[in-house]
């Protein structure tokens, strides 16, 4: 009895690598491309510490869609597929965990003091 061990299709990815490069090297795309991924990694960051949040807190999916009145289905993929929420619901959802939205900048601004960056809370 032999035994034949399948190999595990790999995607080639190289002409998308290539791809990319390619028009990286446009400075509008470079620039827009890196914006963009600066803007999916913070609303990531977002998502993840809201998760930990309602994790510590033991509060299920199901059960954080109840305390924001929206469906489990929605509640789920916020946390598991790649979306862009809406503020309403992230500041729903940081609520309801006991947390709060809060934005810190990060240039000095001119009515910031002492040089530390100026925080705007948003739901004072």
Known sequence: MSTTHQ???????T??????TREL????????YRQARAEIAQV?????????LREDAGIS????ARLIGKNPS?????????VNPELKTIAAIAS?????????SEKPSSTSRGGS????RLNE
């Open 7 to 13: 190999k595990t299709p790999v995607l080639d990815t």
């Open 15 to 20: 002409h998308y690598q290539k791809r990319r």
């Open 61 to 64: 999916k199901a059960e954080l």
């Open 96 to 104: 309801a965990l006991g947390a709060r939205l809060e934005i810190t």
């Open 25 to 32: 090297q446009d400075a509008t795309f470079e620039h827009q």
């Open 117 to 120: 960056p100026q925080r705007d």
């Open 74 to 82: 929605v509640v789920r993929r916020l946390f598991t597929a790649e």
């Open 44 to 52: 990531d960051a977002v998502m993840r510490k809201l998760d930990s």
